[in-house]
DNA sequence: CACGAAGCGGAGGCTTAGTCTCCGCTTGGC
DNA sequence: GCCAAGCGGAGACTAAGCCTCCGCTTCGTG
């Protein structure tokens, strides 16, 4: 489940490792990709390493911490949260393009928890963060603005209740994520018609409702780590 | 800032405490249940002794552990949750109960951040915990079955939804509390919009949005514990 | 093909944080 | 006035994560 091309090696012109250490920092790179999306941001580099098969010296000697291997990264997922704004604002349909920009950011964050992670909790990766939501925040507006000038989206909403949704949906995957991964996708369909300004009819649910015995399950769970 | 009576002392009947005892004890309680409100059960028994003024041991002596102290102080804090899940079963309108029931819930846990995470988090007072959960159910279903019989509530939502959406309010306000504590009124707002069958016209927006500059903030925050 | 440099592994040191105990001293109440 | 009850808080103990260090292995060049 690589998600990258692990962009091209040895950018910064240092001279070239030994074959074997050039295999293993992309052994790293990939395992650390796979794990960070499956468990998190909170994993250790001694995770990684561990489920690298290599020892953690190897791990540290390439990546001095965590913080530099995300750094490597996150870049790309970053600018494909961007690319999935630009491609809303571009919508001919104003209303259309910010539903979809929500649906689209939403399964991004859904298929890797790091990501997620990145753009929320964070702390990790804070420039990176930064530059992202730098980014994000002028196309959201712009979005937003658009959808209000075609007078489909309610009236109250501003640009800044955006990233509260995310912030909401992104609680739900991570409450959710054991049980039933995809029930985020309701709460996300009520959000949205909740934000229509003629909700004529509400659109259809996508996916089941938990049943009532996930329910406990979903609230009262030590939330594993795996 | 006392939020319940302290409900009558020594209740399992040992020989009384020493006076000074009795009195440290009921200071416990009180501070305890100030402190978890504003700062959440991750606060330590050393904390609570320390805003109370007395040494560790005395807090050891009287609760084992947090788990005793947590247990008797919110037995009521959940009654009153019961309540308000009544007080919405008893509304003629069935969408107006369940909307206020929403409204009211959230509220007490916008003021009582130890009970909201209490209900999501948990694994602290997992008892009592499961025991207002298998309250809340049915006095849920019950809730949501009446607003759909009614017409008003949208087909598909179904009970299980409902405490998914008080989680996804929770964490709103654990990102917006040292902001703007009141936003997760406009998110809640656009939920129960959301949730209608004919909206015909959207609520008003309660509170005003986040001001842009407020957004870092809320998104970036190492989310302190004060 | 041998030998030095590069790389490897992972035990274990260090730090941070929380939980709870222990015991010498203090105090309430008969 | 005496002593059981209670107090305080230093510090023992545990749990986790982070990262270093150094003896051993492997690469790749001469």
């Known amino acids: ?100 920009f929500l649906e689209r950011g939403m399964e991004l ?14 702390g990790l990766g804070a420039k990176r963060v930064a530059h992202a ?14 959808a209000h000038a075609s007078g489909q989206l309610r009236g109250d909403v501003a640009g800044p209740d955006m990233p509260l949704i995310t912030l909401m949906i992104g609680s739900i995957m991570d409450a959710t994520r054991e049980v039933r991964p995809d029930v985020w996708r309701r709460l996300l369909t009520i959000v949205i018609d909740g934000l229509r300004a003629q909700p004529d009819v509400a659109t259809p649910m996508p996916v089941a409702p938990l049943a009532i015995d996930e329910v406990p399950r979903v609230m009262g769970a030590p939330k594993s780590r795996r």
């Open 1 to 100: 489940m690589s998600h990258m091309p692990l962009r091209a090696v040895t950018d910064d012109a240092e001279r070239p490792l030994r074959a074997d250490a050039e295999r293993n920092r992309r052994r790293i790179l990939e395992v650390a990709a796979e794990v960070f999306a499956r468990r998190g941001l909170s994993v250790t580099l001694d995770d990684i390493a561990r489920e690298a098969g290599l020892g953690v010296g190897t791990v540290y000697r390439r990546f001095p911490d965590k913080e530099h291997l995300i750094d490597a990264l996150f870049e790309a997922r970053i600018e494909e949260l961007v690319a999935v704004a630009d491609a809303g604002l571009e919508n001919p349909d104003p209303l259309a393009g910010l539903v979809h």
């Open 133 to 146: 939501r730098s980014m994000m925040a002028p196309r959201v507006l712009k979005m937003v603005a658009r």
């Open 109 to 122: 964050q859904a298929t890797d928890r790091g990501l997620k992670e990145l753009m929320h909790n964070t």
